[in-house]
């Protein structure tokens, strides 16, 4: 057993998915870890619970005390961290008070349209692009220019409802790149064998395959762009730019 939906749900709404030990934001990649294990009496209740990121989890786990390397998270300074952290969260101690953060959010913000424009990169083209037509995949450079960008960790928001944001782009830019270059866009490349080992249970014929490859890529172009816009919008009123 697991902790259960209302104990879970709690937890998460009270660490605002972020991770309680390194802070981040983590969307759905987020894990509920049990403070004493379970195979040591420890139960499935909110107090047993700490929502920790997959890379916090996995150091928290990792710990031999066979072979000791490092120092070990112990309960007491889990439940520490957790406590504290949710305090944080309830507080809203994190959202931008000063400017200097707001400053640098702007920054950011500007940056982030410079690498990803609203008018003239991958963005709008994705707007208005009638998918089963064919086109350039160098259209799509500034995506693969912004997922570079992702990789320093100073292009991140400061403000958490931002970085939310944020996060929910990359994971939608990712889709969209994933079904892009696994779907083909004519009949007769298109790769049935594949589609079908992926899956089984639907019994497509390859016209089926074809257009079912189309309707993919239109949805998660949709999902671009519509997380590209949440984020810009929560950025014009919370950072007034
Ligand atoms: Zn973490």
Redesign the pocket.
């Known amino acids: 057993m697991s902790f259960p939906p209302n104990i879970s749900e709690k937890a998460l709404l009270d660490c605002g998915r972020c991770?309680c030990?390194?802070?981040?934001f983590c969307g759905f990649k987020i894990e509920l870890h049990h403070i004493i294990q379970k195979s040591e009496g420890g139960e499935d209740s909110y107090e047993n619970c700490i929502p920790?990121?997959l890379?916090?989890h996995a150091e928290v786990k990792a710990y031999n005390p066979k072979h000791p390397k490092g120092r070990k998270y112990n309960e007491s300074e889990l439940i520490g961290h957790r406590n504290r952290w949710y305090e944080k969260v309830q507080s809203k101690s994190f959202l931008l008070v000063h400017p200097e953060c707001i400053e640098l959010d702007r920054k950011l913000f500007l940056e982030l349209k410079k690498v990803l424009p609203v008018t003239g990169g991958s963005i709008s083209f994705i707007r208005n692009h009638i998918y089963g037509n064919p086109w350039l995949l160098e259209v799509h450079e500034d995506l693969v220019a912004y997922r570079l960008s992702c990789q320093n960790p100073e292009f991140e928001f400061i403000d958490m409802d931002l970085e939310m944001r944020r996060c929910q782009l990359t994971e939608s830019i990712d889709q969209y790149l994933k079904v892009l270059y696994t779907v083909s866009f004519t009949v007769d490349k298109v790769d049935y064998k594949g589609y079908m080992a992926v899956y089984p249970e639907l019994k497509y014929s390859k016209h089926e395959v074809y257009y079912q490859s189309i309707k993919d890529i239109s949805n998660a172009a949709d999902k671009v762009c519509a997380t590209y816009d949440d984020l810009i919008r929560l950025s014009r009123r919370k950072l007034a730019i």
């Open positions: 991770c030990i390194c802070h981040k920790l990121c890379d916090c």
